[in-house]
């Protein structure tokens, strides 16, 4: 077992992970900046390679009332307006320090060039270069992250649960993947920024990681999340045929300049079927278009590979090279030819809108617990503003960094006043951790042929059938038994301790944060019963103002770190109804 002490523990080295230690440390914490993958090239950021929203001002009119506006409006009544300011405001801020740090937004005669998106009502969302916006975002904040003698950086560590000592956050347990040795951080402050939940979804545009791990250490340590029901699918990710190293959603800002027509199998325009004249022009919106696609899927006309075709063939060769500029020499080399060929896309899980309750610092119900980027739930209400995920990665991480830092200044003076105390305390964390990693890493009864990868496969089948954009009660009802069975079955650990690069383990971990937070995003969705943003009910169609709040989700039962551990295998999931602009982290 490893013991590793610090001021500020930082899980998750995305862009929100990144911009929290940055700012940490720039307050002067120690900071340990540790994530499973490798840092700073794991997560959602480094694969984003479209746009970032910011009102910038130049070279047309804008204001952050203009972004906060659409932002609003884009939320369906649900975002927490406190927290969608704070999106706008300091994601201004962030963008321009980024520029100061040489990120290179985008210019033509010295001024930034942003570009029109859905949803806002002008150019306001800035880029770097083509389709690199996300690569050179991480690669700048690693930079940052690397200057920092106080950044201390742990790749391949994967935190299993956190330690609540006396009511407070007090920091982690994990495996170091690449020895399958135990850790225990002790640490003043934690900030989650390990990002979603997409990875719950067959098809989803985010990397693999993103299996809800900060919503499953938030449940377990005791703080409330908030509108997990809302899971945004992307209606025209890339299916076919096969395309590496490119973004599958790139294809949206091009269909709506351009106007790519949509077909279905029968290359037959199809949109006007379910009401939606889409006119040859990107006017159809998300929700509307991921309908169309899966009905006529439904109906025997989708593309061979189950989606419906985006054609492009329509236009001249030059006017597509004059769009896509770069862009058409990476495709070529992924055999794409978009003058002769059609590609077929179909709705693909993209984002999360819930997440973990916090007020304005990023602070949660349980004192030393933060949060950061999408991992932080009431921003965005019941769908997201597209171009808003980078903007709040940037926004909430450097405000969870400094409010983390400002926790730890408070023990600091604590520490100075009485040192002794300060020490025994220390110590007991410590002690509670070791119990806490017993309890995790000691082999259990799951049978050695039991597939923990086959596991996840069927849990991902279940949530993009029963779960997905368009539900039902009944199918619900049949997710929600189908996610249960499967946190009963592989509820016991695996048979044998871990070692290095130990799959099993990992998928086993995996599965257990994964359950747990199925069960949570379909119990919510279950009880909301009306047809809102992302959240679209085919037998409660229609928006309800009775609706017009946040369903609130906690942990029933033991509230000892060590009990939770043991009674995974049937969590109960309590809700409560809360008051839109309320205080969710109350």
Not at 4 to 30: F, H, N, P, Q
Not at 272 to 279: F, I, K, L, P, S
Not at 338 to 345: C, D, G, R, S, Y
Not at 482 to 506: M, Q
Request: net charge negative; proline share 5%; with cysteine.
């Amino acid at each position: 077992m490893r013991n590793l002490e610090t001021d500020v523990l930082v899980v998750g080295a995305g862009g929100a992970g990144m911009y929290a230690a940055v700012e940490a440390a720039r307050l002067g914490s120690r900071v340990i900046l540790a994530d499973r993958g490798l840092i700073g090239r794991s997560g959602a950021t480094v694969m984003a390679q479209m746009t970032v929203a910011a009102a910038m001002g130049e070279p047309a009119d804008d204001s952050v009332e203009a972004h906060l506006a659409d932002t609003l409006q884009a939320g369906r009544e649900l975002c927490e307006p406190d927290l969608s300011r704070l999106l706008c405001e300091e994601g201004l801020e962030c963008v321009r320090e980024m520029d100061t740090w040489g990120v290179g937004w985008a210019r033509a005669e010295g001024q930034l060039t942003p570009v029109m998106a859905p949803g806002h009502d002008r150019p306001r969302c800035v880029y770097v270069d083509f389709l690199n916006t996300g690569p050179a975002v991480s690669r700048t904040l690693r930079t940052q992250v690397i200057r920092s003698p106080l950044v201390q950086r742990v790749g391949d560590l994967c935190i299993t649960d956190l330690v609540v000592h006396e009511g407070r956050c007090a920091g982690a347990v994990g495996v170091h993947l690449t020895t399958g040795e135990a850790v225990t951080i002790v640490a003043g402050a934690v900030v989650l920024a390990c990002g979603g939940l997409t990875r719950l979804y067959a098809r989803n545009s985010a990397s693999s990681n993103m299996g809800g791990d900060a919503y499953a250490l938030a449940l377990r340590a005791g703080a409330p999340l908030i509108d997990m029901e809302f899971v945004q699918f992307f209606p025209i990710g890339h299916l076919a045929p096969r395309m590496i190293g490119m973004d599958p959603i790139m294809w949206d800002p091009f269909r709506y300049k351009l106007g790519g027509r949509l077909l279905n199998g029968l290359k037959e325009e199809f949109t006007h079927r379910y009401g939606t004249e889409d006119g040859g022009r990107y006017t159809i919106t998300r929700d509307q278009a991921t309908y169309a696609i899966y009905k006529e899927v439904e109906a025997g006309r989708g593309s061979p590979h189950g989606g419906a075709w985006l054609s492009f063939e329509h236009l001249p060769p030059e006017q597509l090279r004059a769009a896509f500029g770069p862009v058409v020499d990476r495709l070529a080399k992924n055999g794409i030819d978009l003058a002769k060929t059609p590609i077929e896309v179909a709705p693909i899980a993209h984002y999360h809108m819930g997440g973990v309750a916090v007020d304005t610092r990023m602070a949660t119900v349980v004192p030393g617990l933060f949060v950061g980027g999408e991992a932080v739930g009431g921003a965005n209400g019941a769908n997201r503003l597209s171009g808003n995920a980078i903007t709040e990665a940037f926004a909430f991480g450097r405000r969870a960094g400094a409010s983390a830092a400002q926790a730890v200044s408070v023990l600091a003076a604590d520490a100075v006043a009485d040192p002794v105390a300060s020490a025994s305390r220390i110590e007991r964390v410590r002690a509670q951790a070791q119990r806490l990693i017993e309890a995790t890493l000691t082999p259990g009864t799951l049978p050695t042929e039991a597939n923990t990868a086959a596991a996840i496969d069927e849990l991902q089948t279940i949530m993009s059938r029963k779960v997905g954009p368009f539900r039902t009660e009944a199918g619900l009802r049949e997710g929600l038994d189908g996610v249960r069975a499967l946190a009963t079955r592989f509820h016991a650990a695996p048979s044998f301790a871990p070692g290095a690069f130990d799959p099993v383990w990992l998928d086993w971990f995996d599965l257990r944060n994964m359950t747990l937070v199925a069960e949570t995003v379909t119990v919510a969705a279950l009880e909301r019963t009306e047809s809102r943003g992302a959240h679209q009910r085919e037998d409660h169609p229609g928006l309800d103002p009775n609706w017009t709040l946040h369903l609130e989700s906690r942990l029933a039962g033991p509230t000892d770190a060590i009990a939770l551990v043991q009674s995974q295998a049937n969590p109960q999931i309590a809700l409560a109804r809360v008051p839109v602009n309320a205080g969710v982290a109350a």
